[in-house]
């Protein structure tokens, strides 16, 4: 069954200084995979997806993510963080001819001034 | 586009009451999902529709939940009669394709019950 770890609840990091958030997944098959941005208060929106090609991965806001087959993950990156990118993040993974998303827990990204 | 479009915003209800939250998807996307948020739970999908059709709804926790799609433009989720144990932030979120590329998500409909 498919399943999505985000390894850390709270990240926090100093404004200015580049951050990494971790996510990995189990499947069997091929998937799509999403990293989504809640600001407080707000709905989900998507930061970037990888459905093929390429294994690195633009998103907005400056993000980016990498796709690694073999160690099953897609970690979000940005250089240098801003107090604005203060939010929760979600990884979500779907099997490719499948409508369900599966969610992480979401990683909280603590910016420090 | 306004996006997806839900309310209301804020719902405190009483336990036993019946509650309607709404939503208006994305013009032109043809499949919608009802999430529900909660701190213990994360996000659980409980319905999905496409083409107006409930295809999923393996996630309704039980028979108090209920959800329409009437037509393309407007889907409700029900809970009657609702219990404090509903209290979440309810999400609606369509999609323009059945595969899930990418879903765009309502601002969310944070019910409290009393």
């Known amino acids: 069954a498919q399943s999505v770890t985000q390894l850390d609840s709270q990240v926090p990091v100093f404004e200015e200084a580049p951050v990494e958030l971790r996510c990995n997944y189990s499947?069997?098959?091929?998937?799509?995979l999403f990293w989504y941005v809640q600001y407080p208060n707000q709905g989900l929106q998507l930061l970037l997806k990888?459905?093929?090609?390429s294994t690195l991965v633009k998103g907005i806001n400056g993000f980016e993510a990498e796709f690694n087959k073999s160690q099953t993950s897609f970690h979000l990156r940005k250089p240098s963080v801003h107090i604005s990118d203060t939010a929760e993040y979600f990884c979500?993974?779907?099997?490719?001819?499948?409508?369900?998303?599966?969610w992480g827990a979401g990683t909280k990204l603590i910016i420090k001034p | 586009d306004a996006g997806v479009i839900q309310s209301p915003r804020h719902e405190v209800t009483e336990m036993g009451q019946e509650v309607t939250l709404r939503c208006k998807p994305i013009?032109?996307?043809?499949?919608l999902f009802w999430y529900r948020q909660t701190m213990m739970r994360g996000l659980e999908l409980l319905i999905y529709?496409?083409?107006?059709?409930?295809?999923?709804d393996s996630g309704m926790p039980e028979d108090r939940f209920s959800a329409k799609m009437p037509n393309a433009s407007f889907s409700t989720l029900k809970i009657q009669p609702s219990e404090p144990r509903d209290s979440a932030v309810y999400f609606c979120?369509?999609?323009?394709?059945?595969?899930?590329?990418?879903?765009?998500f309502g601002q969310g409909t944070r019910l409290t019950v009393v």
């Open positions: 013009s032109g996307h043809n499949s």
């Open positions: 979120a369509s999609s323009p394709r059945p595969v899930n590329t990418e879903a765009f």
């Open positions: 529709f496409n083409n107006n059709v409930p295809i999923d």
């Open positions: 979500a993974v779907s099997e490719r001819s499948n409508y369900q998303l599966i």
């Open positions: 990888y459905l093929s090609g």
């Open positions: 499947s069997s098959v091929s998937v799509y």
